[in-house]
């Protein structure tokens, strides 16, 4: 065990499960005294999060990896369990006497309840003459530093984006590298926290390993694919869900096994250097690192989006149905409109659901059924292996036009449409809903009755006039046009 007065450093990994590119890991790294990570399994963030079994899983099988890893460089990775978050910074601070570690290095995250756990955790520390280090790896720049001419947050997209441009292509993009191998007398922890299988005890896990692999290495061979490729076609293709035209990343992303200063450097070395012109696949695929950066600074900048309140208050108002039938009916892919519910049914399969899709079930949710969408924010956190507060409350809002820079209310998806235009011989329904396969590509967006699919459960003309029309009566309503 290590002496009491020893310099080493405890190394908290949350959402940053990877050793490349890992700023708080780096930099204990670097100071050359010893280093002890830890992970810390929350069970009340787990249910409070409804943090999806397939994700929990893929957590599981990083830390597995991650451990042995790490123990390659002298970095033992200490595993603690606990029931809520006001137990994390006793349990952490006894860990750092227990190891003789003096500081506590951990990287950002944005959305509010993780905010107070780790500022907690810091004035816990700091109450016990022990410092702490907080980094940024989530962003590629850190929340705050993106602001207008009056020095506030954007709330438009294409403005943010200017200004985030200007800013990051002033900063070295080269990623950190691994963590420096540790002194090897300083690498046992006897028996700190519990093994692999009792973190995991009793919590429901879904096991996809056969999509989705897990470890940075596996995160940067797709990385390295698609860079290499695809992502000259990603401009002309990301809209086609039958189609391998994205770069399936965002589950890596989630959980950190990847970072997106990664991303963002592969993007660059694929198109010369260049940010916003050569290959339009690569600066469009840009734009949605950017969206990502975006997402997660309106999380901090406008934290009531954390605490299932719209974005805009005008819309606080508006009367969302609740019905756990048709609810039910969305979740389990059986409305009745095949494009819909071949994507739910992909949600429930893989864990995973294209871009496209996500916005024309969250638009079908909350404009054709005019249910709320934090059921259906709710409900993706639930399923999703790359469930991220930030991303999936951005893209929700955006869907219910109740967020920044949203989709305008009178400017509803009809979901036929979307179907004819982006899966147009209906591969992707097939795939998805076998009680279609025979159905003729012209007829499949809205197919004649067929034995065992369900008819439409709702009129979707109908429904978006009747949603247009309560957001018209809504007080402070942008008007239309
Ligand atoms: C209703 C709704 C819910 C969503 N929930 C999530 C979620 O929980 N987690 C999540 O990572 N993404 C979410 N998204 C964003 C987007 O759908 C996924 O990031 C994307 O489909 C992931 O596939 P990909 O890795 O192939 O993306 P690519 O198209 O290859 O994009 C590269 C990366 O950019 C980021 N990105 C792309 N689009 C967006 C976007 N619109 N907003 C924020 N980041 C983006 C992702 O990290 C993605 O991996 C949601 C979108 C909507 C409309």
Redesign the pocket.
């Known amino acids: 065990m290590a002496a009491a007065d020893s310099q080493r450093i405890l190394v908290w990994l949350r959402n940053d499960l990877r050793l490349r590119d890992n700023p708080a890991l780096y930099h204990a790294a670097e100071a050359g005294q010893g280093v002890v990570a830890v992970y810390v399994l929350c069970e009340n963030f787990i249910e409070r999060h409804s943090t999806a079994p397939a994700r929990l899983d893929f957590v599981r099988r990083h830390l597995v990896q991650l451990q042995a890893d790490l123990a390659e460089r002298n970095i033992p990775l200490v595993l603690l369990r606990v029931r809520r978050a006001d137990d994390i910074p006793h349990q952490l601070l006894t860990l750092a006497r227990r190891e003789g570690c003096h500081s506590l290095y951990f990287n950002a995250e944005y959305p509010l309840d993780e905010l107070d756990r780790d500022r907690d955790v810091a004035e816990h520390f700091r109450r016990h003459d022990r410092h702490y280090k907080r980094f940024h790896d989530r962003v590629i720049l850190p929340p705050g530093q993106v602001r207008n001419g009056q020095g506030e947050p954007y709330q438009v997209f294409t403005a943010f984006k200017r200004r985030w441009l200007q800013l990051a292509r002033e900063l070295p993009m080269v990623p950190h590298g691994l963590p420096a191998v540790q002194p090897d007398t300083l690498g046992q922890v006897g028996d700190a926290g519990v093994p692999l299988e009792a973190l995991f005890q009793g919590i429901h896990l879904k096991d996809l390993s056969a999509l989705w692999p897990a470890g940075e290495e596996e995160a940067l061979r797709r990385l390295a694919e ?1 860079a290499d490729g695809p992502i000259h076609d ?1 401009k002309n293709r ?1 809209d086609l869900p039958a189609e391998a035209g ?5 589950p890596y ?2 959980v950190g096994s990847l970072s ?1 200063r990664q ?1 963002l450097n592969a993007a660059l070395t694929a198109n010369e250097g260049r940010w916003d012109e050569g290959s339009d696949g690569v600066t469009t ?1 840009i734009s ?2 950017v ?2 950066d ?2 997660q600074h309106v999380t901090v900048d406008f934290p009531q989006v954390c605490k299932n309140r719209p974005l805009q208050s005008h819309t606080d108002g508006f009367p969302w149905r609740s019905d756990e039938d048709d609810l039910n009916r969305w979740r389990r892919g059986e409305t009745g409109i095949p494009i819909v519910d071949a994507a739910m049914r992909q949600l429930l399969e893989t864990g ?4 496209r899709l ?2 024309i079930v ?1 638009m079908f949710l909350t404009k054709n059924l005019r249910i709320d969408w934090r059921q ?1 924010e709710r409900w ?2 639930s399923q ?1 292996i ?3 507060f930030a ?2 409350n ?3 809002q ?2 219910a036009s109740t967020g920044t820079d949203a989709a305008p209310y009178f400017r509803i998806f009809n979901p036929v449409t979307q179907s004819e235009r982006f899966d147009p011989d209906g591969r992707f329904i097939r795939k998805y809903i076998p009680e279609l396969a025979k159905v003729s590509s012209r007829q499949i967006h809205q197919p004649p009755p067929v034995s065992g699919y369900p008819a439409p459960m709702v009129d979707l003309k109908a429904s978006r006039k009747e949603t247009i029309a309560l957001f018209q009566q809504l007080n402070g309503s942008p008007s239309k046009g």
């Open positions: 698609f990603y990301r994205t770069s399936t990343l965002s992303l989630a997106p991303c695929w949605e690192l969206w990502r975006f997402y995973w659901m294209h871009n996500r916005m969250a259906g993706f956190m999703l790359d469930g991220d991303a999936n951005g893209g929700w955006w869907s």
